[in-house]
């Protein structure tokens, strides 16, 4: 049970690169969450999902693309990178609204 | 709306000292309160909880109360180790209305131990 795991661990970027960070959790969780993390500002949430096929915008999802074909997986899209998307990226899935959220280990992105 | 605001880093405590790390909250309806705790180089691991008021959370010596007349969740632990050295995360999950379970964070609070 590897519980949610995140690729990749590490990217460096160069400004307008895409790239996509892949999250996947085993535990057969409904819903699926992704953050970013900035230094003095806690976790802020981009993108959500509360089921296979459905995603919804959080506090802060401009710039950001997701999509959950799978109910394991949940992708999070980045079609142009900007320097402003240099952060700390962690996914969290839960059973539902009322369970404990489980954290992924993060992707620390860097875009030059 | 919702927010959640925890006091200030960093802290640094020998061991064996007592901790106390505040958090305040604001919330529209009535919220579960967490305290999650962040170790170098991983991801947020849920420390306690508490769901409505009174309640005590309790974890690895640590405790908080969830107060609903001050609108308090604070982290305290009677003695602190090196390895509790740590980034510490007060949030709330208010489940009113469509929030649909997303957690408000504080901004997190560095705890540093020293042997």
């Known amino acids: 049970n590897a519980g949610v795991t995140q690729t990749p661990k590490f990217r460096v970027l160069k400004t307008g690169q895409s790239m996509t960070l892949l999250c996947a959790q085993d535990?057969?969780?409904?819903?699926m969450y992704w953050y970013r993390q900035d230094p003095g500002m806690g976790l802020r949430l981009i993108h959500y999902?509360?089921?296979?096929?459905?995603?919804a915008k959080g506090e802060v999802p401009d710039g950001y693309n997701v999509s959950r074909l799978k109910k394991q997986n949940f992708l999070l899209g980045l079609e142009s990178a900007a320097p402003s998307q240099t952060s700390v990226y962690f996914c969290?899935?839960?059973?539902?609204?009322?369970?404990?959220?489980?954290f992924g280990p993060g992707t620390r992105l860097t875009v030059l | 709306g919702n927010s959640v605001t925890q006091m200030e880093g960093p802290v640094t405590l020998s061991e064996e000292a007592f901790l106390t790390i505040n958090c305040t909250y604001t919330?529209?309806?009535?919220?579960?309160l967490f305290w999650y705790v962040q170790y170098p180089g991983e991801g947020l691991q849920l420390l306690l909880k508490?769901?409505?008021?009174?309640d005590k959370g309790s974890n690895k010596g640590f405790e908080a109360t969830y107060r609903k007349e001050t609108t308090s969740f604070h982290l305290e632990k009677g003695s602190v180790q090196v390895s509790d050295s740590a980034v510490y995360f007060c949030?709330?999950?208010?489940?009113?209305?469509?929030?649909?379970?997303?957690?408000?964070f504080g901004r997190g609070t560095q705890l540093t131990v020293w042997p």
């Open positions: 508490a769901t409505k008021a009174d």
């Open positions: 969290a899935s839960s059973p539902g609204r009322r369970g404990e959220q489980f």
């Open positions: 535990m057969n969780h409904e819903y």
């Open positions: 919330a529209t309806g009535y919220p579960s």
């Open positions: 949030a709330l999950s208010d489940l009113r209305g469509s929030t649909l379970g997303r957690l408000y």
């Open positions: 999902s509360v089921g296979e096929g459905t995603t």
